[in-house]
T-cell receptor, first 112, second 110 residues
Framework: NAGVTQTPKFQVLKTGQSMTLQCAQDMNHNSMYWYRQDPGMGLRLIYYSASEGTTDKGEVPNGYNVSRLNKREFSLRLESAAPSQTSVYFC???????????FGNGTRLTVT | DAKTTQPPSMDCAEGRAANLPCNHSTISGNEYVYWYRQIHSQGPQYIIHGLKNNETNEMASLIITEDRKSSTLILPHATLRDTAVYYCIVITSGTYKYIFGTGTRLKVLA
């Protein structure tokens, strides 16, 4: 079991470029999440997907879009990257609501 | 969801018990207390959770006060590998918004 896999691990973008962060889980979990973590800060919820076919905004959704492609995959898209989006992005999954979250190892994104 | 308050940092001697407090004074009856930790820049790792009873697993113990307004995570014999940021969060049953605060940075000293 790989758990939660995020790609890429590192990415550098120029302001205005777009990209998609990929996340896949092999635990047959229903719910998936995207968080960002700025240096020295805690995690902030961007979007989540309670189940396949649904997505909802978290604390800081502006500037991002998500797609729950199927039960396994949940992608995060930056349409026009800004330096303020420089951060580490973590994907997580859980079996149900009120179940422990399982995190990936993060994507480190720098926007110049 | 109830907010949580944790001290920003704590030190603990290796081999001693580490007791990490969390205040969640506005918690309601259907809200669970969860603890996670984050070592270096890795993804957070689940430790333990509880509703109102004390809980114990192979990693830690969770003590929740009778009024449920605070809790303590106990690492019974801290090792250097337990140096991490520990997050206490409260989650309402039936919702999905796991909101993390800034946590407690625990440093285990040799």
């Amino acid at each position: 079991n790989a758990g939660v896999t995020q790609t890429p691990k590192f990415q550098v973008l120029k302001t205005g470029q777009s990209m998609t962060l990929q996340c896949a889980q092999d635990m047959n979990h229903n719910s998936m999440y995207w968080y960002r973590q700025d240096p020295g800060m805690g995690l902030r919820l961007i979007y989540y997907s309670a189940s396949e076919g649904t997505t909802d905004k978290g604390e800081v959704p502006n500037g991002y879009n998500v797609s729950r492609l199927n039960k396994r995959e949940f992608s995060l898209r930056l349409e026009s990257a800004a330096p303020s989006q420089t951060s580490v992005y973590f994907c997580a999954s859980s079996e149900l609501n009120n179940s422990p979250l399982h995190f990936g190892n993060g994507t480190r994104l720098t926007v110049t | 969801d109830a907010k949580t308050t944790q001290p920003p940092s704590m030190d603990c001697a290796e081999g001693r018990a580490a007791n990490l407090p969390c205040n969640h004074s506005t918690i309601s009856g259907n809200e669970y207390v969860y603890w996670y930790r984050q070592i270096h820049s890795q993804g957070p790792q689940y430790i333990i959770h509880g509703l109102k009873n004390n809980e114990t697993n192979e990693m830690a113990s969770l003590i929740i006060t009778e009024d449920r307004k605070s809790s303590t995570l106990i690492l019974p014999h801290a090792t250097l590998r337990d140096t991490a940021v520990y997050y206490c969060i409260v989650i309402t049953s039936g919702t999905y918004k796991y909101i993390f605060g800034t946590g407690t940075r625990l440093k285990v000293l040799a």
